[in-house]
């Protein structure tokens, strides 16, 4: 067997270690356990990925594609919740929800007039 030599963050050694405390069973066979199924598990997105493309280059068009304001839409996100700079022209129903609450009369919303004297916050006693 091949030998390999890793850093790790010490609270993460501490764990392996008590789990190997816990077990009865080394450290040494946690970390084979745990590195086996990353890898396993990266072999499998990487065969999805791979049978995507395929498809797509195949000329398939089953496969549905969103834009990525269309998914940040869906999320409830902007392009700035994530730190990008907003398309030029695109406005998100959450970016046009946000200036309609500041700016009323590009909604259509009629801003409430106060009444004279102050007598809608007073009340009759």
């Not at 890793?6 to 501490?14: N, S, V, Y």
């Not at 997105?45 to 068009?61: V, W």
């Not at 046009?96 to 102050?118: C, F, I």
């Amino acid at each position: 067997m091949a030998m390999v030599t890793i850093r790790l963050p010490q609270e993460l050694r501490d764990r392996i270690d008590k789990l190997s405390e816990r077990s009865g069973r080394t450290k040494s066979y946690f970390i084979r356990q745990l590195v086996e199924r990353g890898v396993e598990a990266l072999e499998e997105e990487q065969r999805e990925l791979e049978a995507i493309r395929a498809s797509i280059r195949a000329g398939r068009k089953d496969f549905k594609t969103y834009s990525m304001d269309e998914v940040l839409e869906h999320v409830g996100l902007t392009r700035m919740d994530i730190g990008m700079e907003p398309e030029v022209g695109q406005a998100t129903a959450k970016s046009r929800q946000v200036s309609s609450a500041k700016n009323p009369k590009k909604a259509g919303v009629a801003k409430a007039k106060p009444e004279a004297n102050g007598a809608a916050n007073r009340t009759k006693r």
